[in-house]
Each structure stands twice: as C-alpha cells, then as structure tokens.
C-alpha cells in the first residue's frame, strides 16, 4: 500500500492524497496507510505512456539495456513503453518477446510492452509469425529502423493484423528518395554541402502506405511524422475516414536543420530535423487534432559512435527523461496542461486501443507527480539512460516528473 500526498489533480487547486493498494488506486483523501510518500504540491496524472522507444536489447546494450531504459523512461513520468524491435537479433520471435517482458517484470521501472518485427529479420521479405508474436505478448507490428519497401509484403501484413485486431506502425521514408541523406534536403544542405533527404521522400511514402490502408481496412500508425506534406496526407485520409494513426516528436517541434550548421552527429535523426515552417505546421496539427500522439523515439548511441563524421555516425537523438519538461517548457502555453498531458498519456492508449488511463479509484496505479513550476537546468551526467549527452544540454526546463509510480510501487522518485 502507498499514499502519496500533497499532490494536486489537474485543474483543482487544492491539495490532496492518494492512496494505492494492490496495484491500483483505492481512493482520494483516505487516512495514509502503508509508505507515504510526499508529493511536494507537484501535479499528479496518469503516467505517460511511450510508443516509439529503442531500448536496445538483445545486442546492442553498450548503448542502451533494458535496466538504463526504463530506469530513463520512469525518470521521465513513463508508466509504459513500447520497445522497437530493430535489435540484435531482430525481435521477430516469440520467445524473445516473451523474455524482454519477464526480464522487464523483474527490474520494477517503467513497464514493457514489446512490439515485434513485422517481417522476418526485419528483411521486407516474409511475414514474421504474427500470431504466434501477438500470444507472446508484442504489442504492435513494425520494421522500424527500415521501411517497407515492397507494397505487396505491407498489404499482407496488414490484412493479417486486422485480423488479429493489431497495429502496423511504420518508418515512412522512401528509401530510394532519401538515398544517404543526413539531413533535409534544401538551401541549407547544399550550402554546407550535405547530402540532403527531400520532403517528398516521407510523402510519397505515406500516399502509398494510406492507399494500402484504403484497400485493407487496417490500422496503420505512422511514425515521427516530420514534414507538412506528410501531415497533410494524414489529415486528408482522415478526412475519408481511413483507419490510420500519427505521431510527432518533441525534436521535430523544438530544432531544426539550422542545427546541422555545427556539422554535430548529435543533430542527425531520421526522419531529419526539418525546416521552421515544417515544425511550425507540425504544431499546429497537434493543436488541431490531426496528430494523434507524442512520441520520443528515443534511440541512445555510445558517445564515440555520436562523435563520428556526420556521414558515418548514426540516425538518433536519446531523450525520454526530457519529453514532458521540454515539451511543456517550449509549448505549455499554446498546448495547455490538459492537452499535453492527454497526447502523451490517453492518446497513445487510443491508438492502441488500450483502456483509458484515469485517476478514478479502481484505475490501474499507474502515475506521475510533476513540479510545473521550478526550472532545473539539462544536466546529461544525472541521465539515467546510457546516452549521457543532449541537444537541450544546459537548458532550464520546468515540469520534472518528481515521482513515477508503475502498478503501485515506486520506478522513480526525483534525488535517490
């Protein structure tokens, strides 16, 4: 049992208490029993909940593990994340999902929800074996970290996952059209003489993958949705009453290219950081309801790998400990509190179709208390994920999480 006090419920003003029992929340303003815990007049909310994140295991944990991952995204006010599966080896078998939940299970931080491979070693080629992947434990389908090249193979999937009620989320990029572009092709790229990864090469993906949806009838979700155009396709399938989904990231709306003048790998994502006017529209789609959901994509490298020539490092930015502040930060005014919290918490639940996170007695004991108001400056050392370097480095941000609270039992709790 915890309680959880001094706290406040979004739009009240008054202080109040929580109390947990048997993973779920027991009631509001009850006598304090079992661990009492105090809020510090922070906010309480459902915790967030995270669908585009690389942890990194199997294989690849000299940049990240399941243990850094979660403790990072518990930091962050995450209650649950949904890993990807472009590891090493590639999760496209059941076993393997089976075992990241339990190894998950067993560290008490954010909770797990792994998706699998779409297709087998993420290849394009041949379905993985999505049923048996769903009885696992998987979450949702995608080859994230490669796009799908063959129509022909997505359709398949897609008709498949219908039929199994899942999700297809995909990395929209042409690969023929971004070629090896690191960064968004235009004025700046040629002026530093980059290669450059064309707007059109993200549309003309998400017109095809729509089209699929249109013929199947499927759920599909679009990944870090990036340039105007793609997000106007989305708006306009939505229009026609298409079965798809979107996300947008807090580093799509905060930087862009300008940021590659450095000619600093910490800077090179995929999709690339656009123009001014992209994260402007960008915006303006979450406010107007087009963008379903936020979403990290969270991808840690090792900092020698980060300190690469900009041609050879990798694709990825590493912040999930840093997506509620800066978002907040940068747009809480515009947003407001109730819209933000809802794209990173009952938005995300939607596109899953998972039930709607509450603070009612009876709902699952899943929750973040956030301080709103105290600016704290970017400090990557205090990082509890691997990557311990960040564009925002140094920034004051205010709306830390200062407790995450994962079915009742304490992930994280700001200064242990």
Known sequence: MLTITNIKRPGRDQLESVTTENGVIKGWNLPAEGEVLDGQGGTVAPALIELHAHLREPGQTEKEDLASGLAAAAAGGYGTV?????????VDEPATVRALIEQAEGLGLARLRPAAALTRGQKGEQLAELAFLKDAGAAMFTDDGRTNENARVLRLGLEYARSLGMVISVHAEDAGLRADGVMNEGPVSEELGLPGNPWAAEAARVARDLELVALTGARL?????????????VREAKARGLPVTCEVCPHHLTLTEEALRSFDALYKVAPPLRTQADAD???GGLLDGTVDCLATDHAPHTRAEKERDLLDAPFGIAYIELAFPLMWTRFGERLGLEKLLDLMTAAPARVMGWPAPSLEAGAPADLVVLDLGTEREVNPAEFKSKAKFSPWAGERLKGWPLLTVVGGKVAFRRGD
């Open 221 to 233: 979700h679009v990944q870090h949705l990036s340039t105007a155009r793609a997000l106007d396709l």
């Open 82 to 90: 949904v890993s990807m599966p472009n590891t090493s080896p590639v």
């Open 281 to 283: 529209h960008l915006l």
